[in-house]
């Protein structure tokens, strides 16, 4: 089997072009685990490491844009993320395991669309656009139009994912993530949290944004809740007053590391987790 | 390298720069892989195989069926009923049914894949119980019992009428999961036909002497023919007591022409194919009087063998032994059934059946300690064996017996006497608890097999001190402690001592690495060995010089004249014996004094024993558990090596928290679903405390320099321990393991409750 | 195909199959056996060699990823005219080894610590070897070992002396 290097985008179109099918892949953390179960048998494999365009964190104001090879370690060491983004930082040092995070990218993360990949959640929250190029130019699209279901992205053929531009998340003052998973690492999570939220001066929700991970097929988001909150104080009764809703717009299944009743109540009670009566200092 | 010091393993270097050579790691100039089609199915008769399409892919060698098989295709350790290579049945998914051998790995992959089986499908047995009843379908025709592999009951003083002398009764149920022993190196090995015509095998396994009476058998071979060599095994566990690719290895150089062939099974195939820890369901009912004396114990434990004999009769019946624990209890009944089913094989996994009794009996002792509306250490301690007494199976305790010394000890420690301060200072959505177990682990075989070990050591020609261990290393450092005693009682140090790992053609038979035996019984043959060895070396130094004996003491590399300062080179002393510095030496273990009909196989004798405690807090939002801290207390009678003994305590206390809390073994109708380490979570660092280990206790004085075995005990503590834990916390006992924090959670934990306020 | 990279120090040429997995290349092809699979897939540690100082996992990276790269195995992981570097001896003098068989591993997966952190604490190593699986040891002496080679380091105000640049 063929595997490809390229250094550049332009021997990267190259190659997409004469080589119809081949597989992408940056770390290789998802797709190296998939071909050797024998899920997918491509007929060639493109390594992207090597191309320079694809990296890199850029801080362009109110935006950053997070090059798509940028590595889960290049993203918990960037002082940029952690001050503008905590709730990715956060979120990225969960994931996996040093090594996995030394491989592993945001765009793998991203194209490899899995309900449980764990910087969708805060990418969701800012507001995140992705850049697909191809040989004729580039496009953007929100982050939740791109991603279309399990394992499915809005990529054409010929294109790949560039990079994802943020919204800084200065706005807030708490940036939350959790994840439930078997164990403390390399766990693919079985439901997760990012909150952003804004308090005024009184202790009550002025800006609320929530999206979890694992509780359906996509990342998932309610407005209707953030709405309930807002205005209103963060403590536990009022997480609690939420509760239905939440389980109401959760779709979790049942497979081997959970079963749907447990994600759909530990989705909502982990709501809880932010009241400011009920938080750990 | 003295007794009592924790001297740096001599395995260390030659393993942190990567030079020591595993099973897995042989390779070699045209060398070819062996790699088994598996049945896929959990039962069915085997109609046909169809490897044409395997043979005709480039760079296969061929494709061997039962046809190819010499012999009765039948291997065991007990009950040979399980085939090489399928013959009529397919018992298991995992039943090897033709082997390929190939140039390569991923030609081999290709091939194994393009093997198609015929098959008829059969109504399988997947439930212990249920395999059990009347009309069920067989996993053997020919066995006497239907289903059931075998049954031991135990009975003393009344047996279950006892119950109607308590005050207090409680009934209890638990069900214990499988277990994978997720070893880093998984089963491998390598072989080829020597000059003479011999069968080698090199082999990562526990049981090098007696592989190679079972491979002899299973394909009518002479065992002088075939050779196992036992290099420094990736951890074993027990899944490496027995024959994994030994078998198979043997077959396929009997067919390759004349190279040397490898197997290494890949993890996904170790899942499918290697042995698990017996799930296991435990009926107990422990009764007490009013005062807390514990009076009367019935119970029923039933273990899911699979469907090859191995050592699952046995592993039920050490359950059965150790049902009522480390008490004097003097009414018992206990039953234990071991059943054959569809399910993967069952075989020893550390512990060998004590996790599965501990797990129900130490929660049935907790719960008992609150109907008495005792403190569950106060309830233990007032029933625990001292020495003299009867355990459960009426015998007397007459080897060192120090399990009070580990709740006493468990009693005074900080973590114990601070607990209710811990559990009251929670935080926010945390529930916190403490929970105890106390354990007891029989050391050695039972009565009825002799539990042997013959020592061989040589001083060499240039004067270095050759120890030839038969027995295996698996990690556990028992290797190590033979030299660090070999060291001590010849005062030579590390440079000077060699070793040679098991080799049915070097080393003398010592029995498997298992049981936690090896130390103790190896290690007292060794300590003969050495003695008489160092007693001609000393005599043969004082007819060199001449002078008396009294004179000379051993030093590193010579034999030292105290009094005139002169030496003698060991390699001279090594000339002078001439085949006199060759030493073999037999050791076999004591056994107990009471009849073998107590209990199949008899009765073990020595034991050692633990107190162990668990600090854990529960998540009230997702039902999680974490162990803050752990607490291990042993009786192990004295220690050679303290930091190869905490190693061993920490480790299987690390296995043990595994057990209960994160890794879920799934398997439906024979099926398993959790085949990899990405759903089949063990513990990684970030979740495993740090674990507290003292060593407390008498001397054993049968042993060598003091010690007992305890490799296994640990392991036994912590699913009793966090469940006991766990039930304080949020006062909810699950019937099934593990702890998960979805079964907390849907078990009854409130997550909308006040974090200040009451429990549900 | 060509590949040209700088192994354990020495600028190293092969030939190899593009599709060839980094492990296969390091252990059948190069000999060098210290480097072990345990699990294939990524998810034990076991197989972690350095790539350009980092730790990766060789059994996810295929042969023409190495091109240009300076990579460290165990073999190479002693800094140069010594048997072994603090690491390792660490190891060895805290009874971090027993079946030794996640050892290369999480020696490299250390270096990868130390070159990030001069001063980890405890839960700082766990994290950093959370993904080197090891069923021997409970993890307690490892995380032992490394924080006496953090104080010597820092008491000595030295580097070090393992190739964890």
């Known amino acids: 089997m063929n595997v490809f290097v390229p250094k550049e985008m332009d021997g990267l179109w190259h190659i997409l072009e004469n080589e119809p099918g081949a597989a992408v892949y940056a770390g290789g953390t998802d797709l190296l685990v998939r071909l050797r179960a024998g899920m997918d048998v491509p007929p060639a494999l493109v390594c992207l490491e090597r191309i320079g365009e694809l990296q890199g964190i850029r801080d362009e104001g109110d935006t950053v844009f997070i090059g798509a090879c940028t590595t889960h370690t290049a993203l918990l060491e960037s002082g940029l993320i952690r001050d503008v983004l905590p709730v990715l930082h956060k979120a990225v040092r969960l994931l996996g395991s040093p090594p996995i995070r030394n491989m592993g990218t945001i765009g793998g993360n991203i194209c490899t669309a899995s309900p449980a990949g764990d910087t969708l959640p805060p990418l969701y929250l800012a507001d995140g656009e992705v850049e697909v190029r191809s040989r004729a130019g580039a496009r953007r699209m929100g982050i939740d139009r791109f991603i279309l279901g399990p394992g499915r992205t809005a990529l054409e053929n010929g294109e790949v994912l560039s990079g994802v531009r943020v919204k800084k998340g200065w706005g807030y003052d708490v940036h939350h993530f959790e994840k439930v998973g078997q164990r403390k690492a390399m766990a693919i999570s079985i439901a997760s949290l990012a909150a952003l939220v804004k308090t005024d001066a009184s202790g009550a929700v002025a800006k609320i944004r929530l999206s979890w991970g694992s509780v359906g097929p996509l990342v998932v988001t309610m407005p209707e809740v953030e709405e309930a909150l807002t205005g209103r104080p963060l403590t536990i009764d009022t997480l609690r007053s939420v509760r239905h809703l939440v389980e109401r717009n959760v779709s979790p299944i049942s497979d081997i590391r959970a079963g749907e009743e447990y994600r759909r109540r530990v989705a909502s009670n982990m709501l809880l987790r932010l009241a400011e009566d009920g938080r750990r200092p | ?760 | 195909m060509k590949i040209s990279f700088t192994l354990n120090g020495r600028a190293t040429i092969i030939e190899a199959d593009p599709g060839r997995r980094v492990i296969d290349l390091l252990r059948e092809d190069l000999g060098l056996t210290g480097t072990k699979e345990a699990c294939g897939t990524g998810e034990c540690g076991a197989c972690t060699i350095l790539v350009d100082g980092e730790s990766r996992l060789s059994c996810l990276m295929l042969a023409p990823q190495l091109e240009g790269r300076a990579i460290t195995t165990i073999e190479g992981a002693a800094p140069d005219g010594r048997a072994a570097s603090d690491v390792q001896e660490a190891f060895v003098s805290h009874g971090a080894v027993q079946c030794g068989f996640c050892t290369p591993g999480m020696v490299l997966a250390v270096y990868d610590l130390l070159k990030r952190d001069r001063a980890p604490g405890r839960a700082r190593i766990r994290e950093a070897i959370s993904g080197n699986l090891c069923r021997c040891t409970g993890y307690g002496k490892i995380v032992d070992a490394v924080c006496a080679v953090v104080a010597e380091r820092n008491r000595t105000g030295g580097r070090g002396q393992g190739n964890d640049r």
Request: include cysteine; hydrophobic fraction near 40%.
């Open chain 2, 1 to 760: 390298m003295k007794i009592g010091e924790s001297v740096p393993r001599s395995d260390g270097w030659s393993k942190v720069t990567g030079k020591e050579k595993y099973a897995a790691d042989y390779y070699g100039p045209d060398f070819l892989w062996a790699g088994a089609k598996r049945a896929g199915i959990p039962h069915g008769r085997l109609l046909g195989i169809d490897a044409e399409g395997a043979r005709k892919c480039p760079g296969v060698v061929s494709v061997l069926t039962h046809d190819d098989v010499p012999g009765p295709n039948r291997q065991g350790i007990v009950r040979q009923d399980q085939p090489v290579l399928v013959d009529g049945k397919i018992r298991r998914c995992g039943d090897a049914v033709a082997l390929v051998l190939a140039h390569d790995r991923q030609t081999l992959k290709r091939a194994v894949d393009l093997v198609r089986l015929d098959v008829e499908p059969l109504p399988g047995v997947f439930d212990m119980e249920a395999a059990l009843a009347a009309d069920t379908p067989l996993v053997h025709e020919d066995w006497p019992s239907g289903n059931l592999l075998r049954h031991v009951a135990v009975s003393k003083g009344q047996g279950g009428k006892g119950l109607d002398l308590c005050d207090a009764i409680v009934e209890f149920y638990f069900e214990t999961p499988r277990q994978e022993h997720a070893f880093l190196e998984t089963q491998a090995g390598w072989a080829f036909s020597d000059e003479a015509g011999k069968i080698v095998i090199v082999a990562s396994t526990q049981t090098p002497f007696r592989d190679r009476l079972e491979v002899a058998h299973a394909l009518s071979l002479d065992a002088n023919d075939v050779r196992v060599i036992a290099p420094y095994l990736g951890g074993a566990f027990g899944g490496k007591d027995g024959l994994t690719v030994q078998a198979l290895l043997a077959l396929a150089v009997l067919n390759s022409g004349g190279r040397p062939v490898k197997m290494w099974w890949d993890r996904e195939e170790s899942f499918r194919a290697g042995v698990k820890r017996l799930p296991g369901r435990m009926y107990y009912r422990l009764g007490a009087r009013s005062d807390g004396r514990m009076t009367a114990l019935a119970c029923r434990l039933y273990f899911d063998g699979g469907p090859y004999a191995g050592l699952a009769g046995e592993i039920m019946t050490m359950a059965v032994e150790h049902a009522g624990g480390p008490y004097r209890i003097p009414h018992v009944q206990a039953d234990g059934f071991c059943v054959y089913t569809n399910n993967p094989t069952g075989g020893p996994f550390r512990g060998f059946g004590v996790p599965q009794a501990a797990a129900a009996m130490e929660q049935a002792v907790d719960l008992l300690a609150e109907k008495l509306r005792m403190d569950p250490l106060e309830l233990r301690m007032r029933n625990i064996l001292v020495p003299g007494d009867r355990n459960c199976i009426g015998v007397a305790m007459v080897h060192s017996t120090s399990a009070g010394e580990c709740l006493s000890a468990l009693a005074s420690h900080p973590l114990w006497k601070g607990r209710e301060a811990w559990v009251r200072s929670a935080g926010p959505f945390k529930r916190r608890g403490i929970g105890v177990a106390c354990l007891s682990h029989a050391m050695g075989y039972p009565k009825d097999v002799p539990d042997r070990a013959g020592a061989k050591i040589e001083l060499t020609p240039v004067g270095t001190v050759r120890v030839y261990v038969g027995v295996s290393d698996m990690g556990q450092g028992n290797a190590a402690t033979y030299l660090q005693i070999a060291g001590h009682m010849l005062d030579q140090d590390a440079e000077r001592l060699e070793l040679v790992l098991p080799d049915t053609e070097r080393t003398l038979p010592c029995g498997s690495a298992s049981a936690s035996r090896c130390t103790y019984v190896y290690g007292n043959a060794l300590i003969e060995a050495v003695a008489a060895l160092r007693a001609r070396i000393l005599e043969t130094a004082s007819l060199l010089f001449p002078c008396a004996a009294g004179e000379l003491a051993l030093a590193p590399g010579c034999v030292l004249r105290r009094t005139t300062g002169e030496t003698v080179p060991l390699s001279r002393i090594s000339t002078a014996l001439s085949d006199g510095r060759l030493v073999e030496c037999f050791y076999q273990a004591p056994v107990a004094e009471e009849d073998s009909g107590i209990i199949y196989m008899g009765p073990h004798t020595i034991f050692s024993y633990g107190a162990h405690l668990a600090r854990v807090e529960v998540d009230e939002l997702t039902g999680a558990v974490e162990v803050t801290d752990y607490l291990a207390i042993t009786d192990a009678g004295r220690i050679i090596n303290p930091r190869l003994f905490e190693g061993q305590i920490e480790g299987a206390v690390a296995q043990g928290l595994g057990y209960a809390l994160t890794e879920s073994f799934a398997v439906e109708e024979g099926v398993i679903l959790s085949a990899s380490l990405a759903t089949y979570t063990a513990p990684t660092a970030l979740d495993v405390p740090d674990v507290a280990s003292l060593a407390v206790g008498a001397a054993e004085e049968t042993g060598p320099f003091g010690m007992k075995g305890a490799g296994e005990i640990a392991v036994s503590g912590p699913f009793p321990a966090v469940a006991n834990g766990v039930a304080q916390a949020i006062g909810v006992r699950v019937k099934a393991g593990p702890l998960t924090a979805e079964r907390l959670l849907l078990a009854g934990i409130d997550g909308t409750c006040d974090p200040k306020g009451p429990g549900p």
